[in-house]
C-alpha cells in the first residue's frame, strides 16, 4: 500500500498562487497515476489534473487550464499542483490519488482511483 500525504493547502486572495505537494511513500510501484482531485461542498469530486509518473502524460481539467500545473519529483517521490489565478470556484478539499496503470480517458472520475491521502484545504476569498 502506498501512502499519500497533501500539504500546502491554506487561505488566499482570489488571484493568488498556492502550490500543494503530495509526498509518497510505502509500496511504491515504478508507474502509476496520480491525480490532484477535489471536493467543494455539495459537489461530487472531480480530478483537476493527473500525472502518469514515468511518462509525459499530463491531463487537465477545462477549468483549471492555463492555471495550474502539476510536476513531479520522482527523486522525492513527491507530486506538485502550482496553482495560480485562483478563483473562489477552486475552495475545495483537495486529494492527491493514485491509480495504478496509465491515467487514461477517464482520469478525471474519483472512481478511478483506488489510494487517497487526507486532503489539504483551499480556500479561495
Known amino acids: 500500500q502506498v501512502q499519500l500525504v497533501e500539504s500546502g493547502g491554506g487561505s488566499v486572495q482570489v488571484g493568488g498562487s498556492l502550490t500543494l505537494t503530495c509526498v509518497a511513500s510505502g509500496d511504491i510501484v515504478a508507474s502509476y497515476c496520480l491525480g490532484w482531485i477535489r471536493e467543494a461542498p455539495g459537489k461530487e469530486r472531480e480530478g483537476v489534473a493527473a500525472?502518469?509518473?514515468?511518462?509525459?502524460?499530463?491531463y487537465y481539467a477545462d477549468s483549471v487550464k492555463g492555471r495550474f500545473t502539476i510536476s513531479r519529483d520522482n527523486t522525492k517521490n513527491t507530486v506538485y499542483l502550482q496553482m495560480n489565478t485562483l478563483k473562489p470556484e477552486d475552495s475545495a478539499m483537495y486529494y492527491c490519488?493514485?491509480?495504478?496503470?496509465?491515467?487514461?480517458?477517464?482520469?478525471?472520475?474519483?472512481?478511478?482511483?483506488?489510494?487517497w491521502g487526507q486532503g489539504t484545504q483551499v480556500t479561495v476569498s
Open positions: 500525472h502518469f509518473t514515468t511518462g509525459a502524460d499530463t
Open positions: 490519488a493514485e491509480k495504478r496503470g496509465l491515467c487514461g480517458t477517464w482520469w478525471w472520475k474519483a472512481l478511478e482511483y483506488s489510494n
